[in-house]
């Protein structure tokens, strides 16, 4: 169970001191899990011991075990813009390369199931099919959209971006037909401009593909196939990622031959027209 929940859950049966701790938890959690005992201690004038008993109340063996379980909740909690601040501040025993490849695997480890498995293969499906597909990422999404958008390109000659940009949006979305498909990708916090324009697609009649973090978001209620991807960093998207790649792979595989043609023609316009440096020109230079 949340930590916080658990302190919900557990207030109205703890003393009267235990109950003012946890309502300070409560309201400030953030800046309880950076807190040592002491500091807790004189921001709410209560003892050690008293704090002690109240996070065995909690079920914890002491107080370092407590700021460690808030110190995860936190981090998996908060918006990418706390989240930043925390990264910040929080001064974890290993080195910072350590502890983001921790976090990276502890994502990856978690990420599989049947469930999203199936959504994945039925999304892919969908998009294989589509007259086009528009591909939608808004603020810290839209690199993670612009990778889709670029991978994608490169075996299907279907693919849009839609980009949040100053001129009217109105020029990008005046060609959608019920026969599109969009991909859109929104983790928090979520935007408005995403928001609109999965209404518009949705009221054209539109198949949607979401990727979001969970079953509440805003996005759940249009999307017809929901990828529920989760982050344990919110402001990185590793898991994100992983599944853009896998959706990639499997729409290739609805007509394989087809999307190899298509790459091995985009690498022989790109060899003509000198796009990447080779050996030789390399040792030119040299």
Same mark, same amino acid.
């Given at each position: 169970?949340?930590?916080?929940?658990?302190?919900?859950?557990?207030?109205?049966?703890?003393?009267?001191?235990?109950?003012?701790?946890?309502?300070? &938890?409560? *309201?400030?959690?953030? #800046?309880?899990?950076?807190?040592?005992?002491?500091?807790?201690?004189? *921001?709410?004038?209560?003892?050690?011991?008293?704090? %002690?008993?109240?996070?065995?109340?909690?079920?914890?063996?002491?107080?370092?075990?407590?700021?460690?379980?808030?110190?995860?909740?936190?981090?998996?909690?908060?918006?990418?813009?706390?989240?930043?601040?925390?990264?910040?501040? @929080?001064?974890?025993?290993? +080195?910072?390369?350590?502890?983001?490849?921790?976090?990276?695997?502890? #994502?990856?480890?978690?990420? !599989? +199931?049947?469930? /999203?498995?199936?959504?994945?293969?039925? =999304?892919?499906?969908?998009?294989?099919?589509? *007259?086009?597909? !528009?591909? /939608?990422? =808004?603020?810290?999404?839209? $690199?993670?959209?612009?990778?889709?958008?670029? =991978?994608?390109?490169?075996?299907?000659?279907?693919?849009? /971006?839609?980009?949040?940009?100053?001129?009217?949006? =109105?020029?990008?979305?005046?060609?959608?037909?019920?026969?599109?498909?969009?991909?859109?990708?929104?983790?928090?916090?979520?935007? $408005?401009?995403?928001?609109? &324009?999965?209404?518009?697609?949705?009221?054209?009649?539109?198949?949607?593909?979401?990727? %979001?973090?969970?079953?509440?978001?805003?996005?759940?209620?249009?999307?017809?196939? /929901?990828?529920?991807?989760?982050?344990?960093?919110?402001? @990185?998207?590793?898991t994100t990622?992983?599944i853009i790649?896998?959706?990639?792979?499997?729409?290739?595989?609805?007509?394989?031959?087809?999307?190899?043609?298509?790459?091995?023609?985009?690498?022989?316009?790109?060899?003509?027209?000198?796009?990447?440096?080779?050996?030789?020109?390399?040792?030119?230079? #040299?």
């Amino acid at each position: 169970m949340h930590i916080l929940d658990t302190i919900r859950q557990k207030q109205p049966a703890l003393s009267k001191m235990h109950k003012l701790l946890a309502d300070f &938890v409560l *309201k400030n959690f953030v #800046d309880v899990s950076f807190m040592s005992i002491t500091e807790f201690g004189e *921001k709410t004038n209560v003892s050690p011991a008293t704090i %002690t008993r109240f996070v065995r109340a909690l079920g914890y063996k002491n107080y370092i075990e407590f700021q460690a379980n808030m110190n995860q909740m936190v981090k998996r909690e908060m918006e990418p813009t706390t989240e930043f601040k925390f990264n910040m501040r @929080y001064v974890s025993s290993n +080195s910072v390369l350590f502890d983001q490849i921790q976090d990276a695997k502890s #994502d990856l480890d978690e990420l !599989y +199931s049947k469930e /999203l498995n199936e959504a994945l293969e039925a =999304s892919s499906k969908v998009l294989s099919k589509a *007259k086009r597909i !528009y591909i /939608l990422g =808004s603020r810290t999404t839209f $690199a993670v959209a612009y990778y889709c958008y670029f =991978s994608l390109n490169r075996i299907m000659e279907n693919v849009c /971006l839609i980009e949040n940009r100053n001129d009217d949006i =109105s020029i990008s979305l005046q060609y959608v037909t019920k026969d599109d498909v969009l991909l859109a990708i929104t983790y928090p916090k979520y935007t $408005a401009f995403t928001l609109k &324009v999965v209404k518009f697609f949705k009221d054209q009649g539109c198949q949607i593909v979401g990727i %979001t973090d969970r079953y509440t978001s805003p996005l759940t209620q249009y999307a017809n196939h /929901l990828l529920i991807v989760k982050n344990m960093l919110k402001i @990185y998207f590793v898991t994100t990622f992983t599944i853009i790649n896998a959706l990639i792979i499997l729409i290739g595989r609805y007509n394989p031959q087809a999307h190899i043609d298509m790459f091995d023609e985009e690498n022989e316009i790109t060899r003509r027209l000198g796009v990447y440096v080779t050996e030789e020109k390399a040792s030119d230079k #040299d």
